[in-house]
Structures are given as C-alpha cells and as structure tokens.
C-alpha cells in the first residue's frame, strides 16, 4: 500500500524517528562529571500526539502555554551544593556559556541563600546557539520551571513568577493564560503554529502546555508544523 504523502503529515512513527538532537557547540558542552541526577526531573515533554487516548479527559482543565524557545536546555540546582546539567549531563565548573551565565547573575549565591534546595530549568538562547534564531545579542537563559527537590514536584506558576523576579530572571513568554483545550488535537496542533514573541519574523517551535486547575500536574508540548518544514 503507498502512503500518500502531504504537507504537515507526521512521519517520526513511519520512518521510527524518536528524536534528532544536534549537536552541542563546544562553549556549551563542558567536561562531564556525571549522569541528570536523578532527584530532579527532566525537562523533556512528552509530544500531545503521545496522550491521544487520554485526550478527552485532558480537556476537563485549563491551561496555560509558553512559547517552546529553541535553544538549548539547561538546568542549575542547589541540593546542599550548586550545580549546573545540560539536557542529560551534569557539568563541572568551567569557562561555559551555562556557568559564565549562572556567574553574570549571581545565580550560585543566590540559590544558596534562599534556604532551600530547588533546581531552575530552562533554555539558553542567543549568539552561538541553534543559529540564533531570535536574532539576539550574546545569551540569555529563560526560566521555564523551577523543581522543588525536597517534595519532587514542580513549584505552580505563581510561585515561579516570584522566585525569577527575585532572582531577576526572564521566562519563557507566555502565549496563553488560563485557556481550554480545542476540541480535538488537530485544532490544537493549528495553535502551535505562529511567529514567535521574542522575534516575529521567526516561526515559533511551537508551544508548552501546563494544566491550571487539574489535582496532578499534566504538561504537554504541541509543535509547530510550520517550523518543522522551516528548520528540520
């Protein structure tokens, strides 16, 4: 049987493509000192193609997106020491973008003053980093979620907002705030598509999904199809 081939199908189950990850510049990639420690969570989320059958139940919250900035993730910690990951790895302290970033704001003193061990994660993006997409001027970490260590859980929105503003840290821009999901994940799959906040003459790689309402946390990403065929 020939597949019909068009615009915007998805091919990852068909062609059994999981994930292309590229590589790492050498400013970002540090000597190693060991595996994602495993008393936080990754930051990875699971595509909405993945929740098909719990789709319908998904749609008795709300929810609120972020723009999925591409760049590269980065997570730095303070569980009774500080630390810094990349997307897998952690890092030992050097000359990177990630800790001449940590550095410039503070970020090391700061964790360790506020009392308690938590992990902030987000993306990198700017000069050097995924061909500078935004059109940015050197490198900007924006924060996307903060990990409470001790409780294993994500902190809510609220509580994030006041953590970066004390820290004077920028987020990811938010592109909706407390809305409902379409009825199906192919109207869903529409709204991932859009120019991005940070630059509009640059396709966004689509969006971040967290419930606002739900009694567990339910996140999820939508991707553009627009950027896909752009930049993939």
């Known amino acids: 049987m020939k597949l019909k081939i068009k615009e915007g199908l998805d091919l990852t189950q068909i062609l059994n493509i999981i994930k292309y990850e590229p590589p790492i510049p050498p400013e970002l990639s540090g000597k190693v000192i060991g595996q994602f420690p495993s008393f936080i969570r990754k930051t990875d989320e699971e595509r909405i193609q993945n929740f098909s059958d ?7 919250f709300r929810y609120f997106a972020s723009e999925k900035l591409d760049g590269t993730s980065c997570t730095m910690y303070f569980n009774q020491k500080f630390g810094i990951c990349s997307r897998n790895l952690e890092l030992a ?4 973008t990630q800790w001449k970033l940590a550095r410039e704001f503070g970020l090391i003193s700061k964790l360790e003053n506020l009392g308690r061990n938590i992990a ?9 980093i995924q061909k500078n997409k935004y059109k940015l001027k050197g490198q900007e970490f924006r924060l996307f979620n903060i990990f409470d260590i001790d409780n294993y859980e994500y902190l809510p929105k609220s509580e994030m907002l006041e953590i970066a503003e004390q820290f004077c840290l920028k987020i990811v821009p938010t592109v909706f705030e407390n809305i409902e999901l379409p009825l199906t994940i192919d109207e869903l799959l529409e709204i ?10 640059t396709e966004r790689e689509g969006l971040v999904w967290v419930s606002v309402d739900s009694p567990e946390r339910i996140s999820f990403k939508t991707i553009s199809n627009r950027f896909l065929l752009k930049y993939e």
Not at 120 to 128: D, K, N, V, Y
Not at 192 to 201: F, H
């Open 54 to 60: 719990e789709y319908q139940e998904m749609r008795k």
């Open 93 to 96: 302290e050097g000359d990177t």
């Open 192 to 201: 991932a598509e859009g120019k991005s906040v940070l630059n509009t003459q």
């Open 120 to 128: 902030l994660q987000g993306e990198i993006i700017g000069e050097g």
